[in-house]
């Protein structure tokens, strides 16, 4: 098993994610990072429109996790 549940591992020194889009509003999106899942339904942390997660390049940190809206402006 990979982290995030990838097909491949990463090589050393690079980070696994996998992002999933979601479908209308009948699954939800999510975003793994690392084997973590950071954004998702269940942790109910994510919104309409464009979900972000971000997370320190260099450690690897969560920083913040967000939804900006684009239907409603």
């Not at 090589?11 to 998702?40: H, R, T, W």
């Not at 942790?43 to 971000?54: C, E, P, S, V």
């Amino acid at each position: 098993r990979h982290k995030c549940g990838n097909q491949k591992s990463c090589p050393q020194n690079y980070f696994a994610f996998k992002i999933i889009s979601g479908a209308a509003n009948v699954v939800g999106p999510s975003i793994c990072f690392e084997d973590l899942v950071l954004m998702s339904s269940v942790k109910n942390n994510i919104g309409r429109g464009l979900n972000i997660a971000l997370v320190n390049g260099t450690t690897g940190q969560l920083l913040k996790t967000d939804a900006f809206d684009m239907w409603s402006g």
